[in-house]
Structure formats: C-alpha cells, structure tokens
C-alpha cells in the first residue's frame, strides 16, 4: 500500500468515526505473548537459555528453520530468530526478566556454570535488592542482551504477615486432626515427603494418616482437645520451619480426663507454586 493511499484510509477512518453517532473507541487490553531476538548462532543461543536458564523448547509453528522457540512458562515465549543482520546494541535498561523464587540457588548455579553476572551497579557475582526489596541480578547472552533475574513481587512480602500465613497453616492442620479430616489433612503434604514416625517404620504420604488412625484406635470412645503454644517461625525465601507446643487432652464421655500428653513440634514448610506444603517434621515429648 502506498504511502498516500495509507494517509487517505487513516483520514477516511477517522472521518466516518467522527460522524457517525454509534462509533465507539475499541477497548484495547493487550497482553504480553512473547519476546523475539535476533541471534547469531541459533544453536548457541538454544544451548545457553537451555543449559543456563533452564528453558525448555517448544514446538516452532512458524515452521521456519531459522526460528526457535523457547517457553517462558505460563503461555509465553522467547522466539530466537537467527540473523546476518548488523548485532543489536543495548544495554541493560533494556532487558528481558524472568522470575525465580530462589535467587541463591540462581547465584549458585550461575557461579557453577562460571557465568559471569552483576547487580544493577555492575558489581560481578552478587545480587541486590531494589527499592521494594525484591533481588535482583544481571546477566548477559551469548549475543550480549541483557536478562535480568529477580526473585518476584511473591517473594518479598512482609515477613511477619508470612509467618501469620504458616501458622493458620499449622492451626487447620490442627483442625484436621480434630475432625479425622484425614482428606484435606493429608493435602498439607509434599508428595515427596518421607516421614520417619515413632513407629519407626519410614513412610511416605500415603502413610501420613497411620498415626492419627493408630492413636484414635487408641482412645475410641474419647474426645481430643488440645492447645497450641506458638513458638517461633523461621523464614528462608521459600521455606519455613515453625517450632510450637502442643497439649492433647483425651476426655472420657463422664468428662473426666483418660490421658494428656504434652509434644514439642516442628514443621517445615516449602512454597510449592501458589501453596504451601510441609516437607519434613519431628515431634518429640516435652
């Protein structure tokens, strides 16, 4: 189309949009699909995102040959787009973020791989937080684009607000006790837990119920009441190790008390996708 030809239809578009009463302005709300780089050497370039950052790549279904795709989860892409053009000259206001919830076991793999990376200010092999704490760190790609690494907007929140999560995590595990919610108590669980319990027979979670079955075997007839004494919660990014008291009273049906027992406890937490979920634990009497 020619330029002028291009002029006439904006003009005749915006015309018939002025004058015409029912018109209305398309509501716009794109959102992010994907980003493109032009690259050098495409199997290099595979190799690096691959091997460094851990993409995996996707069916291309552009079919072009000389187009790569590499998925950035949730339905995003990376295209790598190989090119004899003149090299691409950034620098790093202009980069390519990606997400960890771990940052040090990013730092840690980076330093392995003997991949060079900075903060912001350019300081080689460290990482910094920004102003709202989230951490940060730089590096570059075979064709020297910029990617920035951060630990996410999830993994800064407010540390006391997050140990309040835990333990309304800890108090509904109590619940499920409570209730033989054997179901909803046995999703609090990793599924690669391996417990070793006081039956000293080490399980997984299928077995994560055989001690609350075991122990209302053991008191059939009675009412569990208890008390929790909330100790101290411990946060590493995205573990949490919670250390409490717990009290169990067993109430005979006349009211009177069948047995009490006092248990120091703890937890250990990891925050798998958008949940929380225990990974290990001890109980010990007090």
Same mark, same amino acid.
């Given at each position: 189309?020619?330029?002028?030809?291009?002029?006439?239809?904006?003009?005749?578009?915006?015309?018939?949009?002025?004058?015409?009463?029912?018109?209305?302005?398309?509501?716009?709300?794109?959102?992010?699909?994907?980003? =493109?780089?032009? @690259?050098?050497?495409?199997?290099?370039?595979?190799?690096? +995102? /691959? &091997?460094?950052?851990?993409?995996?790549?996707i069916?291309?279904?552009?079919?072009?040959p000389?187009i790569?795709?590499?998925?950035?989860?949730q339905?995003k892409?990376?295209?790598?787009?190989?090119?004899?053009?003149?090299?691409?000259?950034v620098?790093?206001?202009?980069?390519?973020?990606?997400?960890?919830?771990?940052?040090?076991?990013?730092?840690?793999?980076?330093?392995?791989?003997?991949?060079?990376?900075?903060?912001?200010?350019?300081?080689?092999?460290?990482?910094?937080?920004?102003?709202?704490?989230?951490?940060?760190?730089?590096?570059?790609?075979?064709?020297?684009?910029w990617?920035?690494?951060?630990?996410?907007?999830?993994?800064a929140p407010d540390?006391?607000?997050?140990?309040?999560?835990?333990?309304?995590?800890e108090? =509904?595990?109590? @619940?499920?006790?409570?209730?033989?919610?054997?179901?909803? +108590? /046995? &999703?609090?669980?990793?599924d690669?837990?391996?417990?070793?319990?006081?039956?000293?027979?080490?399980?997984?979670?299928?077995n994560?119920?055989?001690w609350?079955?075991?122990?209302?075997?053991?008191?059939?007839?009675?009412?569990?009441?208890?008390?929790?004494d909330?100790?101290v919660?411990?946060?590493?990014?995205?573990?949490?190790?919670?250390?409490?008291?717990?009290?169990m009273?067993?109430?005979?049906?006349?009211?009177?008390?069948?047995?009490?027992?006092?248990a120091?406890?703890?937890?250990t937490?990891?925050?798998?996708?958008?949940?929380?979920?225990?990974?290990?634990?001890?109980?010990?009497?007090?």
């Amino acid at each position: 189309m020619s330029s002028q030809k291009l002029v006439f239809c904006f003009l005749l578009g915006g015309l018939l949009a002025k004058n015409s009463a029912k018109a209305q302005v398309p509501t716009i709300q794109p959102v992010f699909n994907h980003m =493109a780089f032009p @690259v050098s050497n495409l199997d290099s370039s595979v190799a690096f +995102y /691959q &091997k460094v950052l851990g993409l995996k790549e996707i069916t291309n279904r552009s079919q072009n040959p000389n187009i790569r795709w590499m998925s950035l989860q949730q339905g995003k892409e990376l295209h790598l787009i190989a090119s004899d053009l003149p090299a691409v000259k950034v620098n790093k206001a202009l980069h390519l973020a990606l997400q960890s919830t771990n940052i040090d076991s990013v730092s840690r793999h980076l330093r392995k791989m003997g991949v060079r990376f900075s903060n912001w200010a350019g300081t080689a092999n460290v990482f910094a937080p920004r102003a709202d704490g989230v951490m940060q760190l730089y590096l570059q790609d075979p064709d020297g684009y910029w990617i920035e690494i951060n630990n996410g907007y999830s993994a800064a929140p407010d540390t006391q607000a997050l140990k309040d999560e835990i333990w309304k995590l800890e108090e =509904a595990y109590w @619940v499920y006790v409570k209730n033989k919610d054997f179901s909803n +108590y /046995q &999703k609090l669980w990793h599924d690669q837990f391996m417990g070793y319990p006081s039956t000293n027979i080490i399980g997984g979670k299928a077995n994560i119920t055989d001690w609350m079955k075991d122990m209302y075997a053991r008191n059939e007839g009675n009412e569990l009441t208890y008390q929790l004494d909330r100790k101290v919660e411990n946060v590493f990014d995205d573990i949490v190790i919670v250390l409490y008291d717990a009290a169990m009273t067993w109430v005979k049906p006349d009211g009177t008390i069948a047995s009490h027992s006092n248990a120091k406890l703890t937890h250990t937490w990891m925050k798998t996708g958008n949940r929380w979920l225990i990974i290990g634990g001890i109980g010990a009497v007090k």
